[in-house]
T-cell receptor, first 114, second 109 residues
Framework: NAGVTQTPKFRVLKTGQSMTLLCAQD?????MYWYRQDPGMGLRLIHY???????AKGEVPDGYNVSRLKKQNFLLGLESAAPSQTSVYFC?????????????FGPGTRLTVL | AQTVTQSQPEMSVQEAETVTLSCTYD???????LFWYKQPPSRQMILVIR??????QNATENRFSVNFQKAAKSFSLKISDSQLGDAAMYFC??????FGAGTRLTVKP
């Protein structure tokens, strides 16, 4: 039982390049989330999904896209990376709604955009 | 926008002593859970403790306990008998996908 895994762990991009971050969970959780963590700002929600085939915007969705084609996977895409997207990205999942359920987190991806 | 406030960016405690981390939030819901998460230097976020808002009794998990004041929308975390391994960032998370800015806890030997 690997829990929540993220690929890659580190990445350096140049401005304008694109990339996809992959999140996978093996706990059969319905809900999945993408957060970014910046110093002094805690975690901010980018996008989330309440089930396979569904996605919704969070607090800071601009510049990101997501897809949940399979229940166990949640992809975060950056179409044209900007230095403001330099951050640590965390994926999380929960069995049910976050109001009542613990979130399980991946180890994070440190992204630097030059 | 609804807010989560952790007013102590940094805290320090002597090993074996007790420390309390504060958190206030706003919500329009009446039935919800609140969570405290720990992020050690490894970056891996893990759950420390959860509180059910409809329960008047404060939650306890070993050395960790909460002081939940529903009317005041306050949810503080008390760590007793602090250990070196408690050094980490601590984030409070009220009933949904919001997190506070975090409190960095240092434990002095």
């Amino acid at each position: 039982n690997a829990g929540v895994t993220q690929t890659p762990k580190f990445r350096v991009l140049k401005t304008g390049q694109s990339m996809t971050l992959l999140c996978a969970q093996d706990m059969n959780h319905e809900y999945m989330y993408w957060y970014r963590q910046d110093p002094g700002m805690g975690l901010r929600l980018i996008h989330y999904s309440v089930g396979e085939g569904t996605t919704a915007k969070g607090e800071v969705p601009d510049g990101y896209n997501v897809s949940r084609l399979k229940k166990q996977n949640f992809l975060l895409g950056l179409e044209s990376a900007a230095p403001s997207q330099t951050s640590v990205y965390f994926c999380a999942s929960s069995y049910g709604a976050p109001s009542y359920n613990e979130q399980f987190f991946g180890p994070g991806t440190r992204l630097t955009v030059l | 926008a609804q807010t989560v406030t952790q007013s102590q960016p940094e805290m320090s405690v002597q090993e074996a002593e007790t420390v309390t981390l504060s958190c206030t939030y706003d919500t329009s819901e009446s039935d919800y859970y609140l969570f405290w998460y720990k992020q050690p230097p490894s970056r891996q976020m893990i759950l420390v403790i959860r509180q059910e808002a409809y329960k008047q009794q404060n939650a306890t998990e070993n050395r960790f306990s909460v002081n939940f004041q529903k009317a005041a929308k306050s949810f503080s975390l008390k760590i007793s008998d602090s250990q070196l391994g408690d050094a980490a960032m601590y984030f409070c998370a009220p009933n949904d996908m919001r997190f506070g800015a975090g409190t960095r806890l240092t434990v002095k030997p």
